[in-house]
């Protein structure tokens, strides 16, 4: 059973943070179901991470401040936004409702919310693209057809999407263990909709005494800096790189021509053992030194987590699990909600260290010992 219950119609009262949707959302999915989704890689030691690090920086309070008039928006890409948190690519969400993405594209549009669309949708990208009132970002997995990889990304250009958004950071899967102890399966009504009449890859089974990685084809398949010229040269819309960790692949991606970066741990579901992104942030936005738009995502539960990112560094954040937990709850109403309730938490934050705007959010907010 996908939905051991149907989603609510309207919000519980005393739903007042996103940690409220977490543990609630266990009792719509079922157990494989929240394996897949809440869970990271081998010991989840960079999932657990993500969470804590932020619980590590202080912030100092400022008052008497005039913050009459102030706001929350951005520019990024030539693009308008009234608030700099947008929705990440998470794949397959109709295992968490049976609207999936359509519901997500329904809230981002009622919220004013940027909403980036996973290769592995369950809805194709052209019908979210349809119903969206809001800018759309596609991400893009680089398939081991390249030609097909050139279909999705014309395809996404004709249907509307204001930029491409590379993930890098998984040439392979991570060692997911929660998932394969529950016995996690794709249910065979819900597929990669995007990626339907593409040539299946060549597939390798190791035997005792063989490599599962270096002796299949995985690698030769594999994205590499040269797919990233490729992928420059044929659109003309912005590339930002999702999974950037260190100033030397920052700069990389700089030397390369993209135009911003997303510093990403892929929420802890691939490497174990890496530091929060958090912590890898500001190195990160140091090497960059302005030059193209840093965002970031990894543990972000609070408006206190976004401001410390912003002061680290960041133009914004995105989040995964949680509205996906409000997904499960409550469909669109309940991805809506997390919104607002992140959004308002910001505000209360920025208005509580004197930032009348994002441009005054800097590291003068964050408490040193």
């Known amino acids: 059973m996908i939905y051991p219950r149907p989603a609510l119609q309207r919000i519980p009262t005393h739903i007042a943070a996103l940690a409220d949707y977490q543990h609630l959302a266990r009792e719509f999915m079922s157990e494989q179901t929240w394996a897949y989704l809440s869970g990271g890689t081998a010991d989840e030691l960079t999932l657990q991470e993500n969470l804590l690090a932020y619980s590590r920086i202080k ?148 035997s005792v005494g063989q490599s599962a990685i270096f ?70 936005t140091q090497a960059i030194g302005g030059q193209i738009p840093v965002l970031l995502d990894g543990g972000i539960r609070r408006g206190t987590d976004i401001i410390k990112a912003l002061a680290l560094g960041a133009n914004a954040v995105l989040i995964g699990r949680p509205y996906i937990y409000g997904l499960a709850v409550a469909g669109a109403l309940g991805v809506a909600h997390v919104m607002h309730i992140l959004r308002a938490e910001l505000e209360a934050a920025m208005v509580l260290t004197g930032c009348k705007t994002l441009a005054d959010i800097n590291q003068e907010i964050l408490w040193k010992p």
């Open 215 to 284: 002796d299949s084809h995985l690698l030769t398949q594999a994205a590499t800096w040269q797919d990233v010229i490729w992928l420059r040269k044929i659109t003309k819309l912005p590339i930002l790189l999702k999974g950037i960790n260190t100033p030397q692949d920052a700069l990389y991606a700089l030397e390369h021509g993209v135009d911003g970066i997303i510093v990403s741990n892929h929420g802890g579901r691939m490497l174990d053992s890496q530091p929060a992104t958090i912590d890898t942030l500001p190195k990160i």
């Open 59 to 206: 912030l100092q309070n400022r008052v008497l401040r005039d913050l009459s008039g102030g706001h929350t928006r951005l520019e990024l890409f030539g693009q308008d936004f009234e608030y700099p948190i947008f929705l990440a690519p998470v794949a397959y969400q109709k295992l968490a409702h049976p609207d999936g993405e359509l519901a997500t594209v329904l809230a981002a549009s009622a919220v004013k919310a940027g909403m980036l669309v996973s290769t592995q949708a369950s809805i194709s990208l052209e019908q979210l693209a349809q119903h969206a009132h809001a800018p759309l970002w596609f991400q893009l997995y680089i398939q081991h057809d390249r030609d097909f990889t050139e279909q999705l990304v014309k395809r996404a250009e004709q249907a509307g999407y204001k930029a491409l958004v590379l993930t890098v950071d998984a040439p392979i899967n991570g060692s997911r263990n929660r998932e394969q102890r529950a016995g996690f399966q794709l249910p065979p009504e819900i597929q990669a909709v995007n990626l339907q009449g593409m040539p299946l890859p060549q597939s390798h089974h190791a």
